[in-house]
């Protein structure tokens, strides 16, 4: 099999890719992969792994292998919509500040700092024990505390390639602040905004995760962070070797996932970060 | 946020009150009398429960806080292993024949600081406790049901107006008694929250030392206690490591360690049963889970029909042999468990039928849509309704019911919240079906006094925590209010039995199952453990009682040489 040009040598980003383009494809086709509905809860509990049950299964009489891969289906839309979510914000912030400068950047740029100073982790459990536990109050709640860093880097980005000629020159030729941002500013910003949505998303899913393990996500939706949360807790955990075809695949399936956007992000990052690329 | 030490103290500290009244329940331990060495005199380590209260008599909470507490201060009644009140504090107790007047001879007996206990004590006690208003979670707050009479110094008359089955339980056998010379300077029991001079009491140990952040507390025998010096010599109370206290037992932290009151299966169970270290005893149904239904919202929770339906669309049999192994039983209709001398077996039943939950369904005017969908109303609105139920609870069993109500077409939004909330919820009947652990902060379990069916089915509750909400049977109120003043049993077990077989006709709230509670224990530390037949103080039916550290055998007053 060939590989891409823009591939090759670059190890950690095909590993990253690889590994996101399982998960995504895991997590698309759950229907289709799963042996088992994944909140079935009428079978035996805590049968041991056999050709029906490749995993077992849990503690309600669910197959184990079958959670695990609808798990990622909540995972991916945890993070394709916290990262929109991401994605709008700090565009939003980002651009008007950079393109306004003034006191809309003052003051964007103040707000921005307001949430960068914040204690995401405490805060998000507050609010989410506040709020009670749903996947929507997750979704709502990464989305609107991890946009800070998108709308910085956005605005400075902005502030750059506003003062570039070809911008100038197309104001000058009377073109309008939308057209400017769709135009010119978006493409450019394109692989930076895409490198920081990476980490975002890995954020997103180990945020969710975390959530979920403490008791703060939809109790019914099936998510790998309440599944290591309610093995955990699980009396029997360490009888008959359940931790061994519960716990484990599920916090590798977590793992593997905040790996592969790690690994993505850290690869693409050297290109489109200049601080990163002086410092090397 | 969840954390473990909070689910563990509200789980156990909300269901500590749980009451028994069966003499058959109190299993007895599985091995010989007691193993501990002649001689010495033991120290037995068992869980702690600092973060339930300050142990005087009216600031702790909960059933744990209620047994802590009795350390340090007596009642005048006091029950062993069998269940039998026995003079206490009172060296002698009669009853007269109609049971309107209970009079009591007070034994010699200092308080902590050496000022003789008087009758007059008891008067204070007994005034002091029904003219002040204290929490809910004070469990062993004593009924206004009498007017005291003291004859000398030691001795007490206590006159009721009409006749009261509870009265010896609730009154003389839960009232710590106080020492009128502290507390007639106490204007408000809480404030006392850490005064020394609120544990001055009689009992039989003294708190020696006490952490709140390390959640640890340490009880010290009273020498000179009144019966003899406690053959138990110090109580450690101690935090179970990550919030296990059977594991934390195995691991040698504990010496004493009970199951978790959600239930445990067979395997958790095994390594102590068949253990010859240690020792178990169980009893059945100490706590029970109810589903409740808002009658007060009217519609479909109102409908008889859709409420039989829910019962039948759940397979309890299914759950109590699934997820707990047997060690359990399925609920009655009539709320008291089979082991309840009070249960009544001839109640209608809802044994899991889909046929039946379906057809109940259909006769009520819910459609099924013709994709196969969720129901709808005859008003055409879905039939949908929000499942508030506890993060105490197990996450099995709401997938249970879930799954099993949407089979029948009933739509569920399941919201799983804390203990606390899913309370306030209760409390403001602000909810549509909720499922919760019983007892909850205070009153005694489904094996208690039939007592406590006023609480959950009479129209004018003591508390909303417990009730059916929206239940108004005229025919229920009169039964409740009559067993309560029948001292005949017999006829008191017809008139509960009447009123279970009405309540399990309208079923305003359904008991899914019960769970059995189960304790083991170090055999070479202390072995005569037991769960006390009707529970101890308001009913609590935890294998605390502290009669067994006194005497250092199962029954009577008489202490053990070490």
Known sequence: MKVPAWLRGRPVLAVGLSIIGSFCFVALFAPWLAPHPATDPFGENYQRPSATHLLGTNDAGSDNFSRLIWGSRTTLIVVVCATTMVLVIGLAVGLTAGLRGGFADRAAMRVVDVFLGLPILPLLIFIAALAGPSLTVSILMIGLFTWPQTARIVRSQTLTLRQRGFITSARGFGAGPLYVIRRHLVPSLGPIIAANLVFVAGLSVAIEAGLAFLGLGDPVAVSWGSDLNRALTNPQILIDLLWLRWLVPTGLALTLAVVGFTLVGVALEPQFNPRSNRAR | ??????????????????????????????????????????????????????????????????????????????????????????????????????????????????????????????????????????????????????????????????????????????????????????????????????????????????????????????????????????????????????????????????????????????????????????????????????????????????????????????IVRRLLTGNGQVGSAGWLAPANPFHEPKVREYPFDRTEAERLLDEGGYRRSSSGGPRTKPDGSPLRYVLHISDSIPLPLAEIVNASLKAVGIDVDLQRIDLVRLFGLKLSANYDMLITLYPGPAGAGPTGDPEILRSVYHSKPPTPLSSATGYNNPEVDRLIDAQVATLDLEERKRQVSQIQKLVAEDLPVATLYYTNAFYAFRKKVFNPWYFTPGGFGPGIVEPYNKQVYITGQKTGTQVRKA
């Open chain 2, 1 to 318: 946020m969840t954390t473990p030490i909070a689910r563990r103290t509200l789980l156990k500290g909300m269901g500590g009150a749980a009451g028994a009244v069966l003499l058959s329940s109190c299993a007895g331990g599985t091995g010989r009398e007691t193993t501990t060495p002649p001689g010495v005199r033991p120290t037995v380590r068992v869980v702690s429960w600092t973060l339930l209260g300050f142990p005087s008599p009216f600031t702790y909470t909960a059933g744990p806080g209620y047994w802590r507490m009795s350390l340090l201060f007596d009642t005048l009644l006091w029950p062993d292993s069998t269940g039998k009140q026995m003079p206490w504090l009172a060296s002698s107790y009669k009853a007269s024949d109609d049971g309107l007047v209970h009079t009591l001879d007070l034994r010699d007996v200092t308080w902590d600081d050496g000022r003789p206990v008087t009758a007059r004590d008891v008067a204070f006690t007994y005034e002091y406790y029904t003219t002040k208003t204290f929490t809910p979670l004070l469990v062993g707050v004593p009924p206004k049901i009498a007017s005291l009479r003291t004859t000398g110094d030691k001795t007490i008359e206590f006159r009721l107006e009409r006749p009261n089955a509870t009265f010896v339980q609730k009154v003389l056998g839960t009232m710590p008694i106080v020492p009128e010379h502290v507390w007639s300077t106490i204007k408000d029991p809480m404030s006392a929250a850490s005064d020394p001079r609120a544990l001055i009491g009689t009992g039989p140990y003294k708190l020696v030392a006490r952490d709140e952040a390390q959640d640890n507390e340490s009880y010290e025998a009273r020498d000179g206690y009144f019966l003899g010096t406690p053959f138990v010599k110090r109580i450690e109370m101690l935090p179970p490591a990550n919030d296990d206290p059977l594991a934390t037992m195995k691991a040698g932290g504990l010496d004493a360690a009970a199951g978790p009151p959600d239930g445990a299966t067979n395997a958790v169970l095994g390594p102590f049963r068949d253990d010859p270290e240690y020792g178990t005893i169980t009893t059945d149904a100490s706590f029970s889970f109810p589903l409740y239904f808002n009658l007060n919202k009217g519609g479909a929770l109102a409908d008889l029909r859709f409420r039989r339906a829910c019962l039948h669309a759940i397979d309890r049999e299914d």
